[in-house]
């Protein structure tokens, strides 16, 4: 991997988590972060809660597989996961960048409010569930009950969707290359826009994945569960 | 909340060492499961109609050598190894009539498993405590099941400790939890099951047995249970000469693979994995919801 830096940057800080506590590590990381460019955190190891509220335009690379919770809660971060995550990635991050090189588990980018989340390998089930204006690009599929009660942001999706797409969604877009399982209830295919291809090439271009956004279809709410209609039985 | 691991070692070398790989899986898994702990190991069968019971009595006073005059007395070529709390008798007598007899006789004694291949180890405590007690590290095998506790819907007792067996040479363990034990069990019962504790587990280890015993192939089995049962799992089986995983269609519990040429190792989490040899190179996925995985010696 090619890591471009300035050349006055200082040398990165290293936190091996096979000699160090995570409680070391994530306490200097929200301690005065103004000198530091670049933290390494090696040896994981699958340890929950790596470097979540992290307040600091600061670089977390990650060498190896993350547990529960990594990055969870970020603002200006960037957090690079060398390997895979697991539940919870990046949960209700307000701004900032994660990227995951493998596979995120369940529950990645719940909540989040804002910043760019990557997963370049497949998300698990509820990818993006309640989603509040943070963007998500997934390289591969996502499980089942992904955006469910998503409010605001965008999920692209490079792969296939599992059941329950975008489920109550609000006013989050997701957008799919791939086949979709099931839509849930008031998720609806809706045409693609001029600005919705900008959208997708966009994220994508800030993903670093390559495909024409002409391959993506787009899906919104329906609109139909604003209102309660009482005949409507359940059935929307 | 619940620790499950896995291990299949696919060297014939390595199943010297099963235990030693094994015992940091498992106590990875104590944050998961501080109650109780257990694990089933499969070994090289034993031969003929000979049959092995693991037992286990909680009284540290129990007169085991008492024990092991009534069933040499008894039995049809009887051994016994005593380790702890827990023994593993080897007869050639009918394993019915010997739990049938050990029941009548010694009701204190508990049989925790029957089989050619499968010894089942369970007791509360910390899973590193548990490890101690029975010298896990020194298992030998080809595969095994083992798991963490943290009780959620009924007492923290060793019989409420999990693997669950049921049959011959299977086992069963389980994180999550079942809304509909009761009927579970009641329309077992009513096809003359047992039930040997107060754990939802147990009525998931003895209905997917009956189906196999059915006839149902594993996956005929439990796409049964995706109707039968109403609540969260991940169980990993184990059989003779396989391991078996499944998560339920909502995948609340966590499951990791990671696999090489030498093993795969199964857990609820990385971190019981990440010390294995060469795992940086592994394949590791998640098991998807509803899919039936399963690995053969």
């Avoid at chain 1, 309640?130 to 942001?153: C, H, N, P, R, T």
């Avoid at chain 2, 031969?47 to 040499?72: I, M, N």
Wanted: hydrophobic share 40%; proline share 5%.
């Amino acid at each position: 991997m090619v890591r471009v830096m300035a050349a006055a940057a200082p040398a990165p800080v290293v936190y091996d988590l096979a000699r160090q506590s995570l409680r070391e590590l994530n306490q200097f990381l929200h301690g005065d972060l103004s000198k530091v460019a670049t933290v390494r955190v090696e040896n994981p190891d699958g340890a929950h809660s790596i470097a979540v509220a992290v307040d600091a335009p600061v670089r977390i690379e990650i060498d190896g597989h993350a547990g529960y919770y990594a990055a969870g809660q970020i603002k200006r971060a960037t957090v690079v996961i060398n390997g895979n995550a697991g539940p919870g990635l990046a949960e209700n991050m307000m701004s900032g960048r994660v990227e995951v090189s493998g596979f995120a588990s369940g529950g990645a980018g719940a909540s989040a409010h804002g910043g760019l989340l990557v997963i370049r390998g497949d998300a698990g089930l509820r990818c993006g569930i309640s989603l509040k204006g943070g963007d998500i690009v997934v390289g591969g599929d996502v499980g089942s009950f992904s955006a469910f009660m998503a409010q605001e942001g965008r999920i692209v999706i490079c792969g296939n969707a599992g059941e329950g797409l975008g489920d109550s969604i609000y006013e989050a877009v997701l957008y799919v290359r791939g086949a979709i399982r099931s839509l849930g209830a008031d998720a609806e295919v809706q045409p693609m826009t001029a600005a919705d291809i900008d959208a997708v090439t966009s994220l994508l271009a800030a993903a670093g994945i390559n495909h024409p956004a002409s391959e993506f279809k787009r899906v919104g709410s329906a609109r139909k569960l604003y209102h309660w209609n009482a005949d409507a039985n359940q059935e929307y | 909340m619940c620790g499950i691991v896995g291990l299949l070692v696919k060297k014939p070398e390595l199943r010297e060492r099963l235990g030693e790989l094994m015992v940091p899986m498992l106590i990875g898994m104590t944050e998961r499961g501080p109650d109780s702990s257990g694990m089933a190991v499969f070994t090289e069968p034993v031969s003929g109609t000979r049959r092995k019971l693991s037992l286990y009595c909680a009284d540290p006073h129990f007169g085991w050598q008492q024990f092991e005059e009534a069933v040499t007395e008894r039995f049809e070529a009887p051994s016994l190894v005593v380790d702890a709390n827990h023994g593993v008798l080897t007869t050639a007598s009918a394993p019915g009539h010997v739990r049938h007899w050990i029941g009548a006789e010694y009701p204190q004694v508990h049989v925790l498993s029957v089989g050619r291949q499968i010894d089942l180890y369970k007791d509360v405590g910390l899973p590193i405590e548990v490890a101690e007690r029975y010298h896990f590290s020194t298992l030998r095998g080809t595969h095994l099941v083992g798991h963490t506790r943290m009780a959620t819907e009924s007492a923290v007792t060793p019989e409420n400790a999990h693997p669950y067996t049921a049959g011959e040479d299977w086992c069963l363990v389980h994180n999550g939890s079942l809304a509909n034990p009761g009927s579970i069990k009641r329309n077992l019962e009513k096809r003359g099951a047992r039930f040997e504790s107060d754990c939802d587990t147990e009525g998931a280890c003895r209905y997917i047995h009956w189906r196999l015993e059915e006839g149902d192939t594993l996956e005929q089995a439990l796409a049964k249970a995706f109707e039968d049962f109403d609540g969260f799992f991940t169980f990993l089986m184990g059989t003779h000469d396989k391991l078996a995983l499944v998560r339920d269609p909502f995948a609340c519990k966590p499951a990791v693979i990671a696999e090489t040429d030498d093993y795969v190792a199964i857990a609820s989490e990385f971190r019981s994995l990440a010390h294995l040899p060469d795992v940086r190179h592994a394949k590791v996925f998640e098991p998807k919801p509803a899919e039936v995985y399963s690995w053969s010696v």
